[in-house]
């Protein structure tokens, strides 16, 4: 499987937008494609959330729908802002396209529910660790690339972890994260102290699933569920594989890998117990 690109908050609901209006008006997309001089293509993909849409051509489609007034001025002011590019496109070049996909959509979450099984997620990964697990890939860029990566993912967590309004963040960790040892004795110290004080933020909770629970249903890998905060955007969980991502949006998938959340968090250990438990890890080191 390629990697999907996940569709930034405000494309997304655009195309949301445009395909109920499409199908209000009775319309299939090759007329809307004859109106508007393009491609059924690129109705597909504007609808998909899969490219940006021209202003122009939201205009165009907004005419065929017969839509205006302030809610066609409201969409044509989304289809603008769908197309503003973040702080990561200056970087482009360092990150791939599907990380950039989901910065996109980590910029504006309100809130995080993620389970990790292998390592640290990025969001709370120190600089050593974070820069042994780069330094992990089977072909490594150069020095002064990899500092760069590194450096870009140091401002990413600025720019979440540090806002006026920080989003409400629930993790749950395998016990094998804070086991293993990821670049030497003091980046793992580092590390885990780390956990230890971000933990105790008001709008970070941490918890650790002990080897002691024993099988689990979510043994096949790590995902993130990200929600927003306006309704017409929908929730989305983010699973990402080696070399690409996957988004899944539709409320049954989505609802699925809540119930799973909910379970593991049911069997990990509170947030005091958590923090007592990476303690005496950094002590083991």
């Known amino acids: 499987m390629g990697a999907e690109r ?3 908050v ?3 609901r655009l195309a949301a937008e445009l395909q109920r209006l499409r199908r209000e008006a009775g319309l299939t997309r090759d007329q809307v494609a004859d109106h508007a001089g393009c491609s059924p293509v690129t109705v597909t993909r504007v609808e998909s959330a899969t490219s940006a849409a021209s202003v122009a051509l939201v205009a165009m489609m907004l ?9 066609r001025e409201a969409l044509l002011q989304l289809a603008r802002d769908a197309r503003k590019r973040g702080w990561w496109y200056k970087v482009s070049e360092a990150i791939p396209e599907w990380v950039q996909s989901y910065v996109g959509l980590e910029e504006e979450a309100t809130t995080f529910q993620e389970y990790q099984p292998e390592f640290v997620p990025g969001l709370l990964q120190a600089e050593g660790y974070a820069r042994a697990v780069m330094r992990s890939a089977p072909v490594l860029p150069p020095e002064s690339e990899l500092e760069r ?3 870009i993912r140091m401002e990413r967590q600025q720019r979440v972890l540090e806002r006026a309004h920080p989003p409400e963040m629930w993790f749950i960790l395998n016990e094998a994260v804070i086991r293993r040892p990821v670049g030497g004795a003091e980046a793992v110290r580092e590390q885990l102290e780390l956990l230890i004080r971000l933990s105790e933020l008001n709008h970070i909770t941490l918890q650790i699933l002990p080897f002691a629970a024993g099988v689990h249903p979510a043994m096949d890998g790590g995902f993130t569920i990200l929600s927003f905060p306006k309704p017409a955007d929908p929730d989305t ?3 990402e594989y080696w070399q690409g991502s996957v988004y899944l949006e539709d409320r049954s998938e989505v609802g699925a890998y809540v119930l799973l959340f909910n379970h593991l ?3 990990a250990l509170g947030p005091d117990q958590t923090r007592s438990l990476i303690a005496q890890a950094v002590q083991q080191i």
């Open 237 to 239: 969980v983010y699973v």
């Open 149 to 151: 990566r590194l450096s």
């Open 63 to 71: 005419d065929l729908y017969g839509l205006v007034g302030e809610r």
């Open 265 to 267: 968090r049911a069997r």
């Open 6 to 8: 996940g569709p930034s």
């Open 10 to 12: 405000r494309r997304r």
